[in-house]
């Protein structure tokens, strides 16, 4: 399993991704989930990926392959976010249609999500969630974010501080947690984990970083939102029994 997360506010764009596709008893796999594209000063766009590795591993190989080839539809030609949704979500379409015709019989799920963000030069940052059919929805001010994978565990401390205006570092660290809760219910999910800032009108992807299952800054804000957590459950008022 996995998780991924893209957070809309009005500074910009997070994503963060999980990196883990097996948790075995004895052999644990990773591989990145999060893919960039662009060009500078023009467009910048994110994809996230959850679901099965062949599909989104084709669907990928795809995209950059019409980029390579000079596709008339590629994701450095579309003309619009929404557009650059479409095209994934046809190609994500396409791929399960021939997954599905090679295991005729079999019971291997092979369908796929994608989170598709960024930017393209004239109009303003956008974030859609590309279901497995192909079609997509975007994210809105009341729902400023997208998840893809095991959500459940993360939903409810970005429910409770994403905004609109929460200013993107913000955004980024409560994604943090909501990856760290995840991590904690859910062992298919696990790091490394990757973290992209998208500053709006910059047309660059320039922040990027990853944090290891050790790294001591994700150990600290792991312990301290423990701890956090429980300070305030004790300071909870005492429940009433009538």
């Not at 999980?18 to 994110?46: C, H, P, W």
């Not at 976010?81 to 291997?108: C, I, P, W």
């Not at 997509?136 to 459940?152: N, R, S």
Request: neutral net charge.
């Amino acid at each position: 399993m996995t998780y991924c997360i893209a957070i809309h506010v009005n500074e910009g764009l997070a994503f963060l991704s999980d990196s883990r596709t097996n948790a075995g008893v004895d052999q644990l796999s990773t591989y990145s989930k999060m893919f960039t594209f662009g060009v500078s000063g023009e467009r910048s766009i994110v994809i996230l990926t959850a679901g099965n590795l062949a599909t989104t591993q084709a669907v990928i190989k795809t995209i950059r392959k019409n980029i390579a080839d000079s596709e008339q539809e590629n994701l450095l030609s579309v003309g619009s976010m929404d557009a650059a949704a479409a095209h994934v979500g046809q190609l994500n379409f396409e791929q399960q249609s021939k997954q599905v015709n090679q295991a005729a019989g079999s019971s291997l799920d092979i369908s796929a999500t994608f989170i598709v963000g960024g930017q393209i030069k004239g109009s303003m940052p956008e974030l859609f969630l590309v279901y497995a059919e192909g079609n997509f929805i975007a994210a809105t001010e009341q729902t400023p974010y997208q998840q893809i994978g095991e959500v459940k565990y993360g939903k409810p401390i970005l429910d409770r501080i994403i905004t609109p205006d929460t200013p993107l570092r913000n955004a980024a660290l409560c994604g943090l947690v909501s990856m760290d809760s995840t991590m904690r219910s859910n062992a298919t999910v696990g790091p490394p984990i990757e973290i992209l800032l998208y500053q709006r009108d910059s047309f660059r992807l320039q922040t990027r970083i990853r944090y290891e299952r050790d790294d001591p800054y994700f150990l600290s804000l792991r312990r301290a939102w423990e701890r956090e957590l429980a300070r305030s459950f004790s300071a909870l008022p005492p429940l009433v029994l009538n």
